[in-house]
């Protein structure tokens, strides 16, 4: 799936008799009561997925899949440590019951020791959580945080494990798989201790959202678009920056 407002024309899945329409309203009965689960709830995308997730009414539970206590005050967000991400067997029964996985674990090539830590987070730990959410809530969405320039054959090697990952997650049969690949994530609230490369981007945000639509979008219209592509049941597509913030704005208008 490809280009800015085209989004707006896709289409919902289908709805069995568990999944009736409410009367005036949008909704399926069976997405007012979510549960989600939310891979990297530390970072920048996954702790406003977390955020957005909560303070949604529809979602009643959050899995919060995390290395570090998150020191969250909520009867919604569920914390579970996991120390291996390589192998959930011990945490993975937490799942069932899922409607949705938000994957948003991962680190930056600049980030990275080496091109194999970079594989292992990108790839090998989104395939694990893949194949454990597949299991244990057998028809959640899988929506899989990638990256605006993801390509299987790019010489680039972060572009390369993102495009070869979003392929194998492809290769799983999982019951619902989206891939976002937004070009700058901007955090709307600030994060302390970043580096200098951070504090240019922020300042630079205004702008380059001004200039062009492909150009950014910020951490809640990423986890918002995640909620609407899961209440909306989309599957199959890759939403490219424009897509995400299209689908941001139709939650924002429910």
């Known amino acids: 799936y490809r280009g800015g407002d085209e989004v707006d024309e896709v ?32 970072g920048t995308a996954g702790s406003e997925a977390v955020a957005q997730s909560a303070a949604d009414p529809r979602v009643q539970e959050v899995v919060a899949v995390t290395r570090r206590p998150l020191g969250l005050a909520s009867e919604t ?26 994957f948003c674990l991962g680190i930056s090539a600049g980030q990275a020791k080496s091109d194999a830590q970079y594989r292992r987070i990108t790839h090998d730990y989104a395939m694990s959580a893949a194949r454990a959410v597949g299991t244990h809530a057998p028809g959640a969405a899988f929506q899989f945080l990638s990256g605006r320039g993801t390509n299987p054959t790019s010489w680039m090697m972060w572009a390369r494990v993102k495009g070869e990952t979003e392929e194998d997650l492809k290769a799983l049969g999982l019951a619902r798989l989206n891939c976002f690949r937004p ?3 901007h955090p709307v609230e600030p994060r302390t201790g970043q580096s200098l490369g951070y504090r240019l981007m922020r300042h630079a945000y205004q702008p380059l959202r001004a200039l062009s639509k492909s150009g950014a979008t910020t951490n809640v219209e990423l986890a918002r678009s995640m909620l609407q592509a899961t209440i909306e049941e989309l599957d199959g597509h890759t939403f490219e920056n424009p897509d995400v913030n299209a689908l941001a704005a139709r939650y924002a208008a429910r």
Not at 77 to 88: G, H, K, M, N
């Open 11 to 42: 289409n919902v899945g289908k709805h069995g008799p568990e999944h009736r329409r409410l009367a005036g309203g949008c909704e399926p009965l069976h997405y007012l009561a979510m549960k989600v689960i939310v891979f990297g709830p530390t």
């Open 77 to 102: 967000v569920r914390e579970i440590r996991c120390e291996d991400f390589s192998d959930l067997s011990p945490i993975a029964e937490r799942f069932a019951g899922a409607d949705a996985c938000f």
């Open 183 to 185: 070009a700058y994530i």
